[in-house]
């Protein structure tokens, strides 16, 4: 089959050292034969593949830049098609003017992520793998990197491929049953079936489960300090920051603003806002905000919920508690180095969570004990990326537990003595879902849905 030639800008339009142009295509080399002039006075596509040519691109006799041309003819390239890459000078200016002129000769500009795509419909890499190119180039963190490289190079592919076969192996015998059922053996098939079934879901429970994981390594924890004017929000933030950044103050309702804080536990980002900013500003210190409170709750991976433990709990403070308690929270009773009215064994407090951890902000006290505990409901310390195939795409997550919930009708079904291929048909939606992941089932609204997050050129 033919297709037509891309062509793109495949490095950032800004002023920089060099820039690529790069063409995809059947017609890509024939294109920079028309437009590219070899200094040794051959033509490009009498080259061989994989080889470096110096020269210059003109337009008839007009000379655009001085070029490094590259070859790579298909199969054994990013697209699997014939492509040229051309390394010209890095200015806006002389890129667009190289782009055009491609254009001209016949490419069409290219589509966000459209290389990558032809890579995925040519067969070189499957859709999850697609995914993880953006995922790479995205990456804020080394071991963002590493989870996504590993998705690169397809063991999550190879995971969920492992997965269907199971599935395949099993299927067979239930096609047998569906279509000889004077041969079936009811028993043996379903035992056959159920043994598969918990076996498949074991393994997605924990794909799945590895999603947290890998929304901790691409977006941090996502951590609310809550409490009253005075509680000493600022002074732990400050003591976790170990500088002076916050404003520290007992004037209540100085630190209107909302500040936050990037700070690594295990190499893991605590993304540490503080919600100062909740407080009414008119004054009414006790109008913390249990709607505000409300709306951080929901937004946050962690609360940290500070209190005076000089002071009794007030009616709010257990409104406040109640309201979060669902979260993963943790209880900081701070200023210990003074009297205090209120300690772990306080009934209410243990009511809402055994998270409870004493400290003097002002003294860096405890402070330690709060890291133990976030390692600790994190799981920080077990997150080990080397073997680990780690999901940190929500689609591939939503699938997997659509995946999940098929297990689920296939296994009810086999307990209630459903016809076999009843069961058979939550069984091909597993396939399905699993399917979609890597890209052998997924429709085309969906592929073009996910290249078109892709930049310009890749
Ligand atoms: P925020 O309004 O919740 O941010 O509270 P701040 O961090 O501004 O602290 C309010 C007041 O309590 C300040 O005067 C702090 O110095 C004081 N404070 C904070 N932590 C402690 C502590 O551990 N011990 C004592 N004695 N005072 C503290």
Known sequence: MRTDTIAAIATAMSSSGIGIIRISGDEAVGIVDRIFSMKNGKKLSDMPTHTIHYGHIKDVDEVIDEVMVVLMRGPKSYTREDTVEIDCHGGVYVMKRILETVIKYGARPAEPGEFTKRAFLNG??????????????NAKSEKEVKTSINQ??????????????????????????????EYDTPDATENEILNMLNNVEKELLKLE????????????IKTAIIGKPNAGKSSLLNAILDEDRAIVTNIEGTTRD???????????????????????TTNEV???????????????????????ATKDLSKEDMEILDIIKDKKIIIVLNKIDLPCKIDENNEYLKSI???IVKISALNNIGIEEIYNKITKMFNLNEINLDNEIVITNLRHKNLIHKAMENVEKAKQSLNEN????????????????????TGEEVTENIINEI???FCLGK
């Open 353 to 355: 969570t055994n998270n």
């Open 451 to 453: 290249f078109s997050r």
């Open 258 to 280: 909302t500040i936050e804080e990037f700070v690594n536990i295990n190499g893991i980002p605590l993304n540490l806002i503080d919600t100062a900013g909740i407080r009414n």
């Open 124 to 137: 070189r890499i499957d859709l999850s793998q697609a995914e993880s190119v953006i995922d790479i180039i």
């Open 418 to 437: 459903m016809p076999s291929d009843i069961v058979a048909i939550f069984i091909k939606d597993i396939l399905e879902s699993l399917g979609e992941i």
């Open 286 to 308: 006790e109008q913390i905000g249990v709607k505000k409170s409300k709306k951080i709750a929901q937004d946050a991976d962690l609360i940290i919920a500070i209190f005076d």
């Open 209 to 220: 489960n590895s999603f947290d994981n890998g929304k901790l390594i691409k977006e941090g």
């Open 152 to 181: 690169l190079e397809g063991n999550l592919s190879k995971k969920i491929k492992q997965i269907k076969q199971q599935i395949l192996d099993v299927m067979v015998n239930v096609e047998v049953s569906i279509d000889y059922p």
